[in-house]
């Protein structure tokens, strides 16, 4: 038997792109990525923070880390800004495709605003960037795309009514699927991680404001606790490296245990 380190979670010099990648579930999976030795590009639309997190995650694990303006809604943005970082960084070779927001609001409201409003984030975002960023990989023959998915995707959650939420995460599961297969013999990987309930600034307001739906939300979550962010970070560096390299079209639950329940 042959002993010494593995290379199967070596992400040296394979850059990865993290939209959402400013604060909460990104950039701990980008620091995850970057401490295998991926260089990261994070893209956002709060310039200030992640201004910083850059700098601080360049600090912190000694590989390159620069920040991207990027709203993903925006599908002219999107082509021009992923071809720039494209060329710059010699190929992206990693896609964290993860910015995503919640609001809650009753089917019955009528509220197209707000329905829109998630819709061309959580769905047409990812799309935009899948489809740019995926095309270049395929030029190439290779590459890794991980969407954001959630297990809203899988199951509806209550009490809270966030109906557009979870169609537009079921929606991100299928869209990796059918990515999946339209891609598998061309090199390019397409799965999808589904949190569960994380403590991020997405949920922050409602942990702090506690009461019935916490109470509820811990009780439907088997490990009786939300998860910490840094907790999705081992899921991300396994789909982007050669540890899943016979993994495509997957949905991997990280939920405390909520959807076996
Ligand atoms: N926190 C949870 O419990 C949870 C659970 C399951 C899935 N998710 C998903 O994880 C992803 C990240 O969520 P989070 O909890 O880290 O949220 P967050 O609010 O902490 O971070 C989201 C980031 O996306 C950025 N963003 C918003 N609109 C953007 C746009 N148009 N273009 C580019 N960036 C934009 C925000 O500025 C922010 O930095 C989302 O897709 C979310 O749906 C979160």
Redesign the pocket.
């Known amino acids: 038997m042959t002993t010494g380190t593995s290379s199967l979670f070596d992400l040296t010099g394979r850059t990865a792109l993290v ?2 990648g ?5 950039l701990a999976m980008a620091k995850g990525l970057a401490q295998h030795g991926a260089p990261i590009v994070l ?4 310039d200030a ?1 992640g201004e910083q997190a850059a700098k601080d995650l360049a600090a912190e694990t000694g590989v390159e880390v620069s920040y991207r303006h ?4 925006d599908q002219g943005m999107v082509e021009r800004v992923v071809a720039a970082i494209d060329e710059e960084v010699g190929g992206l070779e990693i896609l964290l495709n ?5 609001i809650h609001h009753p089917l019955e409201d009528g509220d197209g605003e707000r329905w829109r409003a998630v819709m061309s ?2 769905l047409d ?1 990812v799309y935009h960037v899948l489809s740019a960023v995926g095309r270049r990989m395929l030029e190439r023959g290779r590459g890794s795309i991980i969407n ?1 998915g ?3 995707g899988i199951i509806a959650n209550v009490p809270q009514t966030q109906a557009s939420y979870n169609a537009s995460k079921a929606a991100v599961h299928n869209l990796t699927r059918s990515a999946a297969l339209e891609w598998a013999s061309r090199g390019v990987r397409v799965n999808a991680i589904a ?4 403590r ?4 922050r307001g409602f942990y702090e404001a506690g009461g019935e739906q916490i109470d509820i939300w811990n009780m439907m979550t088997p490990m009786s606790r939300p998860g910490e962010p840094e907790e999705l970070a081992g899921a991300a560096v396994y789909l982007a490296s050669d540890a899943s390299s016979f993994v495509t079209g997957s949905i991997l639950s990280i939920d405390g245990g909520y959807t076996a329940a």
Not at 195 to 198: A, H, L, T
Request: charged share 15%; glycine share 16%; hydrophobic share 30%.
């Open positions: 939209t959402g400013a604060k909460g579930l990104g893209a956002d639309i709060d923070t990027l709203d993903v809604t993860n910015a995503g927001r919640t984030l959580n975002g954001t959630s297990m809203s949190p569960g309930y994380m991020t600034e997405l949920t």
